[in-house]
């Protein structure tokens, strides 16, 4: 499980996501990944790069979304296999909040695949509008396909975890997410296939010559915030930063009322 190449970066990034390492008595325990039985191929492929025994069972159950649902499941029983992949940063039992990329150097664009084929989404919104999309409780692995993304796009996103479920939903649209996609979804890479599919399909949207880009948002850094609170008043201030009356009127409130951190210093 050498993470520095691509298909174990990949492997190892979908079982953060969803893999599961169970805890038996002893010494016991075992890896297990339950996906639909459509991908199986994929965990045929994890079999193969997998120097241990291990197998792939299939069953049919009812579930909240359909009442005969069919899926594959691997599992590896491997002590030393488990050991590794734990000391690697695969805990055992619940992790969704607390798992977070390898301290170990990795193949990124590899690791984010995975995570993305596991957790995400790639396609078309209902308004026919590319995207590339990742659901995750993690606070590190989101904010690291954040910095990610930023790299290869240019687009920054501010993580922020939804009120009804409290996890993150990290999306990128349009021009930004057909960048995204083809720096993940390279050319013979290890990935889902119908992801893999939806990815290269991105590439053909061109955006309508109506429609507008809207500009990148302007980030808050430390110093606005320092002035904005000398002055404490939202009209004086916005000259000064280069900024509407309403938009320091915003950030003074959210910093008065502790929606944002205060800057460092004061």
Known sequence: MDLTVPKYAYVFGFLQADGHLHQGVGQKGWLSVEINARDA???????????????????????????????????????????????????????????????????????LRGVIDADGSVGYTKQG???IALTTASTAIGAYLCAYAQQVTGAGRTLRRNARDGVYNVLY???????????????GCLALQRKKTAADSLSAWVRPADMRVAPE??????????????????????????????SCCIRLWRLRTGRVPMPGGQ
């Open 173 to 187: 649209t349009k021009e930004n997410a057909q960048r995204l996609a083809a720096d993940l979804y390279y050319e």
């Open 129 to 131: 509008y590319p995207f």
């Open 41 to 111: 191929d994929l965990l045929h492929t994890f079999r193969k790069l997998t120097p241990y025994y291990s197998r792939i069972a299939e069953r049919t159950r009812s579930t909240n979304f359909a009442e005969t649902h069919r899926s594959a499941i691997w599992t590896l029983c491997s002590l030393e296999a488990r050991t590794k992949l734990k000391e690697l940063g695969l805990p055992y039992g619940r992790k969704s909040k607390t798992v977070s990329p390898p301290s170990a150097p990795f193949s990124e664009r590899d690791y």
């Open 217 to 246: 948002r302007r980030r808050w850094v430390a110093r606005e915030d320092h002035v904005l609170l000398r002055l404490d008043n939202a009209a004086a201030a916005a000259g000064g930063l280069g900024r509407t009356e309403k």
